[in-house]
């Protein structure tokens, strides 16, 4: 028997509980929700011509030439030139491949834009969409004007008229003299809010639809970077895309015996962006930074003290970009990008799996700066990498300690670890510091290795652990599954939230698990008993159960990991039920999984259910995670 007492309140829910990591790895941002096609639209990547290939007859070597303007720009320094000689009518041409090919929707606008210098007046392109079989798909031609040898920017929109998984783009070129090409881009009309040159509308409604109470970026390790002149700095990311200085991507690594993609981070998301997604969402912008200590699994590279403040100043003057006024030299900045409303930023992440007494020296020199100045800001210190281990426990005491606001734990463990972990928090101090769970998977095999190896065996465990977060909601403020997303073909991580390739995109089992939680947040964790216990995992069950004032509404989670099917009666105290409850049930075969050819394999199914007086009769399929919903007088 699971009895609910509605009239035993346990904790108040942060809106903040349920929430997402995004982090650039698996193509999460380039070639992912940043919805450019062109790859390597700057040259800048570490072979400037990655990306792109000679189409057409050159007439002398040196036709094509990639030159180099450091002295006057350090930011974007290279360009393209081609030599059009005493005239060319489309005989030579470029072609760009893409991040895995272009994915192109039929009847959809694209619009393609450059920056160019001519020497000669009179230039055109043609712009030609081509599919796998080289068979056009969508033209447009644009004629450049503007005065000769000066930087222009130009665009073009036009349709494609068939679609494709992995198409090109042809550039062909009509005119004569040199001509320099810079920031050759293609973007769908498409995007999340129609933004011009803004992000993959398909990935961003995932999020969306999970409601997420928060969102932290720009990711893990990213943050981190191989090495110190690799770490994301996020003022490098601001302003006119030209200006935004790309740099090699820390996940372009041969890892998890996978080989290193050409990676590159080029900016055209940056924080600014991160922030305005945050706000689109509905979620709080969760921002991590550098600390001052490069990523301890590669180069371990530190910043000595006596030259952290820059590190320290970057973490200030974000505060003001987010929160700033007009008066503020950053504030200024936010604003004059089009958002004059400040972004009520609330938390920030010191460091991210740093570990060590250098990271607790560091964090303390960020956290004195920081609280003198805006003692309202919730800062979130790293607890490093794995929970059981001794590192952890320096970590976590040395934070609490320092009074630390947040504690970041991540833990990518076994399924087995996640069920035996579901009372992990019952027993953590209600009056220190609030628990991130700031990055967590159940690894099937404890590897992240194997394409998509988010079966439900992984999925169902989480949920258990879940039900442990919930209920300890007056210690849990915040949680999100890791990492988020996955292009099938450049990958380099597993197991994912979200899978995608150029045109298709599904949820894994543990995206549905996550959003069955986030939208059904409650704003109160009240009582359940199971067996007159609160036991995680006693009886093969794990129970969570919170009210929702504001909906009037019980809902309670519960998760079967017994191999067969059971009934249970829950009975509810403390409130007058309803006659009819709804359920959403999810079960499948352990090894199961979703995949692009079969997406919703695995997909909550919802039913309603009559209730006796006070109490529900459910019936738990083996291996399910069941969440009840009743309405309440
Ligand atoms: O989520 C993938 C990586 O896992 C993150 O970048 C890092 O923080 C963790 O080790």
Known sequence: MIVVNASKPVAAISSTMWGVFFEDINMGADGGIYAELVKNRSFEFSKPLMGWSMKGKRTKEGDVLVLNRQDKNTANPRFLRVNLHQGSSRELGIANEGFKGMGIKKELTYEFSLMFRHQTKGTTLFIELVNEANKPIGSGQLKLEGEANKWHKQSVTFKATEAAAKAKLNIWFEGTGFLDLDMISLFPSDTWKGRRGGMRKDMIQMLADMKPGFIRFPGGCIVEGMDLANRYQWKKTLGPLEERQLIMNRWNVEFAHRPAPDYFQTFGLGFFEYFQLAEDLGAEPVPILNCGMACQFNTAELVPLEQLDPYVQDALDLIEFANGDASTQWGKIRIA??????????????????????????????????????????????????????????????????????????????????????????????????????????????????????????????????TGLERNAGVVDMASYAPLFAHAEGWQWAPDLIWLDNLNIYGTPSYYVQKMFSTHKGTQVIQALINQKVVAGADQLYVSAV???????????????????????????????????????????????????????????????????????????????????????
Do not use: C
Not at 338 to 350: N, Q, R, S, T
Not at 409 to 430: I, S, V
Not at 552 to 557: A, D, G, Q, S
Not at 585 to 606: E, F, R
């Open 337 to 466: 990008m089009g958002h004059p409303a400040p972004f009520k930023l609330k938390y920030l992440g010191v460091g991210n799996e740093n570990w060590g007494p250098q990271y607790i020296e560091r964090a303390k020199v960020f956290q004195q700066a920081i609280k003198a100045k805006y003692p309202d800001i919730k800062l979130i210190y790293s607890s490093g990498t794995n929970p059981e281990s001794d590192r952890f426990h320096y970590l976590d005491t040395a934070l609490r300690k320092m009074k630390a606001d947040v504690i970041d734990e991540h833990y990518y463990m076994p399924p087995e670890w996640f069920l035996k972990n579901a009372g992990r928090y019952d027993n953590y101090d209600r009056n220190g510091a609030k628990i991130f769970a700031g990055e967590y998977a159940a690894h099937v095999d404890g590897k992240i290795v194997g394409s998509n190896r988010n079966l439900w065996e992984a999925a169902i465990a989480e949920a258990a652990f879940m």
């Open 547 to 633: 009210r929702d004032e504001a909906k009037k509404e019980l809902i309670v989670k519960m998760v079967n990991t017994a191999a067969n099917s059971r009934t249970k009666q829950i009975s509810f105290q403390g409130v007058k039920l309803a006659k009819v409850a709804s359920l959403l049930t999810m079960s499948a075969n352990l090894t199961d999984k979703n995949s692009l050819d079969d997406p919703s394999l695995i997909t909550p199914k919802a039913a309603s259910l009559k209730l006796k007086g006070q109490t529900a009769t459910v019936q738990l399929p083996a291996n399910s995670f069941l969440l009840l919903k009743v309405p309440y007088q």
